[in-house]
């Protein structure tokens, strides 16, 4: 059963938390820092680490308003201490700042905040704005047009993000949005770009393995230290309806792929994010199974309606839904060896379903 910190943990994911005054006013600093650059759907909120070494994205009303109201959690600060507190109980927690780079800019003149975003311990680049297809759960399509970003300014914010002298970036993320088929060629060039740049730095692919979009090979010569193939959903009817250009890339077409990725890139390298609150549980962990049996470890992502998203009027998932659906993949994947709920750095499971264990297989970058 969960208990306390990692029960609060999906507590404050479902209903977010207040901010005090104090906590709100020495977050921001003399320098007047944003609370979260709130830049995902998942990401809209403040990343913290909580005791035992859990780390949480707490979502706030200033940019979760739809979701976030009464919420009995609050963020206080207190004699040089940050408390997160709810009925009477108490805990301390720890808050990440916004990097000092957020609102710097690259040689080219293009801010950093457009090209690069640091979460807990990874820097997230998106060398596509917005993204060709559109998915409803995500805010990129609605609230960014295409474009491709300069790949100097790409590699450019990385360098700063690494050496960031509040929160200095440990590893790198290449994401979404989906290129067109005309700009496969600009996106692989990023990859190898941005991993020749930093042969000493983890840097992991989020994309969706359309035809002749990712070469899994190619990608581990080039340097790619792990790839993250996300599923979204099992369900097929939903998934029709809600990401329908993903779906008709075809649910086989990713688990072969995420198949043929293992051995190439290792236990523990290749990640598949479900969504836990759209369809119905059975389904999510259908969808955990088929990944744990490929050797692939299944990330689960509550659901955050994003303000943006056509879905933005729907529900959170309730807590016990989530708690279930973390003890039941829980009990699949230890079924498999190899495979562990991801993700596999520690901070980076702020906005996901995991738990530090002993096990040796969770780390820090
Ligand atoms: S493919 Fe990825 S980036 Fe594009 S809309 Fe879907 S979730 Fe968002």
């Given amino acids: 059963m969960l208990r306390d910190i990692a029960r609060a943990k999906i507590e404050l994911m479902t209903y977010g938390m207040n901010v005090s005054e104090t906590a709100r006013k020495t977050i921001e600093g003399n320098e007047k820092r944003p609370l979260t650059l709130a830049d995902y759907a998942s990401t809209s909120g403040i990343s913290m680490v909580l005791e035992k070494n859990i780390w949480v994205n707490a979502p706030i009303k200033d940019y979760n308003p739809n979701f976030v109201g009464k919420t009995p959690y609050t963020l206080d600060f207190r004699n040089g201490r940050f408390f ?23 040689q080219s003149g293009e801010p950093y905040r457009n090209l690069a975003i640091t979460h807990t311990d990874r820097v ?18 609605y609230e960014f047009r295409y474009r491709k970003k300069h ?8 360098r700063t993000a690494l050496s960031d002298p509040i929160q200095p970036a440990k590893h790198v993320l290449i994401s979404g949005g989906t290129p067109k088929p005309e700009d496969y060629r600009y996106e692989n060039e990023v990859y190898r770009a941005v991993a020749s740049a930093f042969p000493k730095i983890d840097v992991d692919v989020m994309m969706v393995p359309m035809p002749n979009l990712l070469d899994i090979q190619r990608l581990k010569d080039t340097g790619i230290h792990g790839l993250s193939i996300n599923l979204e959903l099992y369900n097929q009817d939903i998934a029709r309806r809600i990401m329908h250009s993903k779906w008709k890339a075809s649910r086989e077409r990713y688990l072969d792929f995420i198949q043929e990725a293992i051995p190439i890139f290792g236990e523990g390298n290749v990640r598949s994010l479900l969504m836990v609150g759209i369809e119905p549980l059975e389904d999510t962990l259908k969808g955990v199974e088929a990944l744990a049996e490929r050797g692939c470890d299944p990330v689960l992502s509550p659901f955050r309606p994003d303000p943006s998203t056509p879905m933005r009027n729907e529900k ?47 780390r820090y970058s």
């Fill in 151 to 158: 790949v100097t300014d790409l590699v450019e914010s990385i």
């Fill in 84 to 106: 997160v507190s709810s009925n009477g109980i108490e805990f301390e927690a720890k808050p990440v700042p916004v990097p000092s780079y957020h609102n710097g800019k690259a």
């Fill in 124 to 141: 997230r680049i998106s060398p596509i704005e917005g993204c060709a297809i559109a998915c409803q759960f995500c805010d990129l399509p």
């Fill in 316 to 362: 959170p998932p309730r807590v016990d839904f989530l708690v279930e659906a973390y003890e039941k993949a829980k009990e699949i994947v230890d079924k498999y060896k190899g495979v562990k709920l991801g993700p596999r750095c520690i901070p980076c499971m702020h906005n996901t379903l995991t738990f530090p264990d002993n096990s040796g297989s969770y």
